[in-house]
């Protein structure tokens, strides 16, 4: 590409054209970096603006499509994944790695449906494993670089671990004595987990540096045992978000820093500091510039490379589920059962809890018709929530779920005998592909 050309994307950029942003994120790796040097501080927060602008724009358009298609005879319930939303995600995560040279790893306990896979390894360094079976799906799947952190590994799984993995981390020095010698003879960087002793997350249960966490090494011990291990680690990681801004990460890097911060310049052999999960980065409020300020302060002041694992970042708002309302029933209020579950289907709505949006719903007395949604199984609390409707609900219906691709597919049961939903991609091209149809077989193979 000439170099005319690339001037005139820079030009468009500080001119807050939106429509110049197909060509920018087509250019090579290289020739984005040189616009992007070119830029300066005013014109860099002003491409950020206009990249979230046109991917908030986009989103919306697709956000409507969802409702169009849920309309059709599309079969119910099913994860519909939209691949081009995922690809407006992607495009927003190597935005970050190009203004901070950091690396990406997707978190497959959050999202693991391979078939979208192709789209998100072209933008991403590689996955992050929390065990021996996300490690090889990602190894046979993503084939990039796979880094696997489990609180504890057994003998068993092991051999095959470090087989499926390029980075493996440990959560205790016992840990990283059995096992780090081994993985580092066949050639795998070592990192070790530690608790950075904050976090903002008010619910304890999903709070890495609770009392007693089990999660991380904590300082007093890292300091007194880090020099028996010092030469075989590569690399510090921990993990003190969810579903948080950047803010929040500054303030986790506050309290890393205070205590491990000498340490850092003590680790000879250290490569790398992995950030962990929970950047909300693809969120309409998401501070991108400064999340890119605090990892390029990091970098330069400890020379280290720094990692991130978001999961749900990747697959934000970028898949629905689509249910039927089976029937209504009336216990002083109007109650709406439908053929998909929060206690199967959508766990988190339950475990949180929260509550999902569905699209053209509303709260409670927002709109003039109101129902409470609810599960097609025994469990007196299957519900989903209370919303309101322009219209009155009908037996046939469908609603439109939003946000169901993250930790959904990954966690969802067969409780009651109730099928799983299907899974499908919307395609760019428009074409919903069918990835997988559950039945009678897949449950029977879970009980026996």
């Known amino acids: 590409m000439g170099i005319n050309r690339i001037d005139n994307i820079k030009d468009r950029i500080l001119k807050k054209d939106t429509g110049i942003l197909a060509s920018f994120f087509r250019l090579t790796s290289k020739e984005r970096k040189k616009i992007i040097e070119a830029l300066g501080k005013e014109g860099l927060e002003g491409l950020t603006s206009i990249i979230k602008i046109s991917n908030q724009k986009t989103f919306e358009e697709h956000h409507k499509n969802f409702l169009k298609l849920a309309e059709g005879k599309i079969h119910t319930p099913v994860y519909l994944i939209d691949e081009m939303l995922i690809e407006e995600n992607m495009k927003i995560l190597r935005y970050v790695k190009d203004r901070t040279g950091c690396k990406i790893l997707h978190a497959l306990k959050a999202y693991a449906t391979f078939a979208t896979f192709p789209v998100m390894k072209n933008y991403l360094d590689g996955v ?76 304890e249960m999903y709070n890495p540096c609770a009392f007693y966490s089990r999660l991380g090494i904590v300082f007093e011990i890292f300091k007194k045992r880090y020099k028996e291990f010092s030469h075989l680690i590569d690399g510090l990681h921990f993990h003190a978000l969810c579903e948080q801004n950047a803010d929040s990460l500054g303030r986790v890097l506050n309290s890393f820093k205070n205590l491990f911060g000498t340490y850092l310049k003590n680790l000879k052999n250290l490569k790398w500091v992995n950030f962990g999960g929970g950047h909300h980065i693809t969120r309409d409020d998401y ?44 216990n002083k209020k109007q109650i709406a059962i439908i053929d998909a579950s929060a206690e199967a289907h959508m766990p988190d709505v339950l475990l949180m809890p929260y509550k999902p949006f569905i699209l053209n719903a509303g709260e409670p007395g927002e709109k003039k018709y109101e129902y409470r949604i609810g599960g097609p ?11 309101s409707f322009d219209k009155p609900l009908k037996r046939g219906d469908k609603l439109v779920f939003k946000d169901m691709a993250l930790y959904s597919i990954v966690k969802n049961t067969t409780f009651n005998g109730i099928n799983l939903p299907d ?23 879970r009980q026996s």
């Open 287 to 330: 501070d991108i510039e400064h999340l890119i300020y605090l990892i390029n302060e990091f970098k330069e002041k400890y020379g280290v490379q720094v990692h991130l694992e978001p999961g749900e970042a990747s697959v934000l708002n970028a898949g629905v589920l689509i249910s039927t309302v089976l029937d209504i029933v009336e």
């Open 423 to 445: 899974i499908a991609v919307l395609k760019k091209t428009g074409e919903i592909k069918l990835i997988k149809r559950f039945g009678y077989k897949d449950y029977l193979h």
């Open 377 to 387: 199984s025994c469990l007196a609390g299957d519900v989903v929530g209370d919303y």
């Open 128 to 203: 992050c494993a929390s065990g021996l079976n996300e490690a090889r799906l990602g190894f046979e799947k993503f084939k990039k670089e796979v880094h696997t952190f489990g609180p504890a590994y057994k003998d068993g799984d092991i051999e095959d671990i470090i087989k499926y993995s390029d980075v493996i981390i440990f959560n205790s020095f016992y840990q990283l004595e059995r096992f780090g010698r081994i993985a580092k003879e066949r050639g795998r960087e070592i990192g070790i987990r530690v608790n950075p002793g904050y976090s903002d997350i008010k619910t």
